[in-house]
């Protein structure tokens, strides 16, 4: 499990633990005290700290598991290498990345330009022929970038179930489309720790 996940799951829960710890204190302090009003006002404080603090938290959760988009060559170069364990070879250049993770599963979109000499290159990495993945007939999923949209004419498949290229992840693969008209390759990694 992700550290992040854990930590914020755990600090949500020991609000909600604090919240309703707090009703039937404040309820016996009231009833001693004889002051009713004392438990509605400290009751409404409660509930509003609790939905104030949950409201940032999860505000704060959303702002983390933001897909990222790298847009400069440096962080198109590092996207490529978190997968392929490398820098792009001679002859691809990454066009366009997204990296989407949450908790202990990742994924990456990945659209790049290939000379014919790199092709044999990227087949390399164990891409095996295989039939169209649902990343490739319009299901890549919620978070897919919008420039994702391969090409289903002239595309050649391949995949990789065993993706093992220089990362630490349980279970990966790999997929790619690969348009020879238009010197480009589509890859999606799928990464599950």
């Not at 400290?42 to 702002?63: E, K, M, N, P, R």
């Not at 962080?75 to 949450?102: C, M, N, S, W």
Request: some cysteine; proline content about 6%.
């Amino acid at each position: 499990m992700n550290i992040f996940t854990l930590f914020f799951g755990l600090l949500w829960f020991g609000m909600i633990a604090v919240f309703f710890v707090s009703i039937p204190i404040l309820g016996i302090i009231g009833f001693i005290r004889k002051s009713w009003k004392f438990f509605g006002i400290s009751t409404g404080i409660s509930l509003l700290a609790f939905c104030v603090g949950s409201g940032a938290l999860w505000a704060l959760v959303a702002c983390l598991y933001q897909p990222y988009d790298p847009g400069s060559p440096e962080e198109l170069i590092r996207a490529f290498h978190t997968d392929f364990g490398e820098a792009p070879p001679k002859g691809v250049t990454v066009l366009k990345a997204r990296q989407y993770a949450v908790a202990d599963s990742g994924v990456q979109w990945l659209l790049l330009k290939v000379d014919s000499e790199s092709v044999e290159k990227m087949l390399s990495y164990g891409f095996t022929s295989s039939g169209p993945s649902s990343d490739f007939s319009g299901d890549a999923g919620a978070h897919a970038p919008d420039w994702w949209d391969p090409p289903a004419e002239n595309m050649e498949y391949f995949e990789n179930r065993n993706w093992p290229h220089g990362n630490s992840w349980y279970g990966n693969w790999a997929h790619m489309g690969l348009d020879r008209k238009r010197d480009q390759v589509w890859v999606v990694v799928n990464r599950v720790d």
